[in-house]
Every structure is written in C-alpha cells, then in structure tokens.
C-alpha cells in the first residue's frame, strides 16, 4: 500500500477488520464463551473426561480468538494515537515505530482474514494426519520423520494440543507411518490444504558417496468425526490384530501385546494404536481413526459424484505439492500457490504459516470457481 497515507492504511485496516468481526459474529462467540465457562465449573463435567477436555479446548481457543480480534482493534487505535504524537512532535524515532506497528498489523489483519475463508462442512473439526514414507528408501523414511517433527513443532507454536496414536518405525532411520490427532477447533480448515506428497531433494546422509536424493512422502488429513457422523462399518468385514508395540530399534514401549491395528476389508484402509496401555483403549482409538477415514472417504466420493452432476473435471489438488530442496541451493516452493521460502531450517522447525495461508486462499478460490 505504497503511497497511501497511513491514516488512510489505519482505515482501510479497521474497515477489513470490521468485516472479520461480522464473519466471526463476535455477540455469538462471547456467548459461547460464557456457556462453556458455565460447563467448566461443573464439577461433574470431568466425570466424562472426553468432554470435559472437548469443553476447556474449545473455550481456550474462542478465548483467544476474542482476544485476538479485541487486542487488534485496541492496537489499531494505539497505532493511530502514535502517528498523531509523531506529527505533533515532529520526533523521526516515533514515526519509526509507528511505520513499524502499521506493517506487523498489515500482516495480522491478513492473517485474521485466512480464518473467515474457513467455511467448509468439517473445516471446524480438529484434524488427524497421517504420514507415510514412499520412494526413496530409507531417505524417505528419514524425510517422513522431519515431516512428523515440523507438523508437531508448528501445532507447538500454536498452542494446539497433539496426541500422536501410531508410529511404526523403519529398520535403518525414520519411521514408516505415523498417525497423530491436532486437537484444536479449526485444525482440519486449516491442515487439508497440505494433505498430497511432499518431495525433498538433498545430499543424502546416508549415501557413502555423499549423492543426491530425492525422496517422498505423503501426507493425509482428515476431519475428526462427531457423535452427529454417521459411519456405517460392519464389524464381519473388519480384521483386528493385536501385537506389542515397539520403539525405535526395537526397544518395547510397553510389555503387553496392547497395540491394536484394524483392517477395513473392503476399502483396504489399515489404522493402528499403541499409545495406550489398555488394548481396549487402542482399539476404541483406532475406531475413531477408521471412521474419520471412512468419513472423509465418502466426502471425496459424494463430491465427485457432484462434480460429474455438473459436467466438471474433479480436481486432483492431493498429488505433489511441495518441493524441499536442501542442495544445490535452500528453497521450499509449493507447487500450487507459487509461495517461496529460502529459510529451509525454519520451515523444517514448523514455521509453515505462509504456506497454510496460502492454501486456504487457493482453495477457497478453486472451490468457489
């Protein structure tokens, strides 16, 4: 916004802002807020932990997103005080900071934005992704276990809780399957935009001849589903092994043969949990993921049916979709939004925000095309 005044740039802002705020419907949110309050001070509630975990989740996030809204109004305000006491004093080191908070609230705002854009069916639901290794051999197993620590380490930064169900590691280095559940409202509306194959190409270090190697592995995210879902498995057509659960090289998580691992027969979905002690919590757990795949599943056949209603082509946006390249040069490109990043190790370290962005922006636009 180069050449506008910043007054101007304030108003613009607070304008974009009270469009979210309309979006977001802020009367409905403190209401909200206080309902949940109310459920949290039952002292009953945590007789059913399950909920009650569910309930302090949700209020903790409506909390901050109310907050959030609130302290950017407040800065909006405070940034137009601070232009008028730069003018008044004619002081360059007030204009300065000034100029600074006017860029760091540009940012905010569009960040704020990205969140009206999430209006799909399951977009509010929490989210479980699964990782898988494919070509590229223990490389690949290698780069499954980087996506692992960047998706846990972004979900850090934010404040969402993770619960990891399953991983099954590979003989060398790596892993070759994780499944873990971001449990925070708006995690799916914001994760299924990075759901397609992620490509690392770099020196390998486990190549003797220091070669490069490129590597795949795929990631799967879907909805976590509510006591409303209907899913409809038959429990014949369902194959349950039991088995104990392992670290990596082999060092036993636990002592008993707890891990649980279904196999849906007809649509060939395999899930597992070894997290907890207690085999039937791993299979209630892994019922849970079964479904959530199942679910989205039939999502994905519905709306290509309705694609072909319509006369279109189904959009196949879950295929490569970034590239990590680490040698000859640092770059993380996405395929679909055109989004660069030359810091890799940050990226690596779960700093994905740009990309997230930019995705639920692309998606809404071919959604909607």
């Known amino acids: 916004m180069a050449g506008i005044e910043p007054e101007e740039q304030l108003k613009e802002l607070g304008s974009t802002l009270s469009s979210i705020e309309q979006v977001l419907d802020l009367d409905t949110m403190r209401r909200d807020i206080a309902e949940l309050r109310e459920q949290s001070a039952d002292p009953d509630l945590w007789s059913d932990q399950e909920r009650a975990q569910g309930v302090t989740r949700r209020l903790s996030y409506l909390e901050s997103e109310l907050n959030r809204v609130e302290g950017l109004r407040q800065r909006l305000e405070d940034a137009a005080t601070l232009y008028e006491m730069a003018r008044e004093m004619d002081d360059a080191d007030t204009r300065t900071e000034a100029d600074e908070e006017l860029a760091a609230l540009h940012k905010a705002v569009q960040q704020l934005e990205v969140r009206t854009l999430m209006s799909g069916e399951y977009d509010a639901r929490e989210a479980l992704v699964t990782i898988n290794a494919q070509a590229g051999g223990v490389d690949a197993a290698d780069w499954a276990e980087q996506l692992r620590r960047m998706y846990l380490r972004w979900a850090e930064r934010h404040g969402y809780p993770t619960e990891v169900y ?198 809404r636009q071919q959604e909607s095309a």
């Open 166 to 363: 399953d991983t099954s590691y590979a003989e060398e280095a790596g892993i070759k399957s994780t499944t873990f559940a971001v449990k925070a409202p708006y995690a799916y509306g914001t994760l299924r935009g990075e759901h397609g194959t992620h490509r690392l190409i770099r020196i390998s270090p486990f190549d003797n001849q220091g070669r490069r190697q490129t590597s795949f592995a795929g990631l799967d995210v879907v909805p976590v589903v509510e006591q409303s879902d209907h899913v409809e498995i038959d429990e014949s057509e369902l194959r349950i092994d039991v088995y104990r659960s392992s670290g990596p090289g082999g060092q036993g998580v636990n002592t008993t043969d707890s891990a649980v691992r279904i196999t849906h027969i007809p649509s060939g979905i395999v899930v597992s949990c070894q997290n907890e002690r207690s085999q039937l919590q791993n299979k209630a757990t892994a019922m849970n993921v079964l479904q959530a795949k199942l679910l989205e599943r039939k999502r994905k056949e519905e709306a290509e049916k309705l694609s072909e209603l319509r006369g279109e082509g189904t959009t196949s946006w879950g295929t490569q979709i970034r590239n990590y390249v680490l040698h000859p040069f640092k770059i993380v490109k996405d395929l679909r939004t055109g989004v660069e990043v030359g810091n890799t190790s940050a990226v690596l370290d779960g700093d994905i925000d740009e990309f997230i962005e930019a995705e639920i922006r692309w998606l």
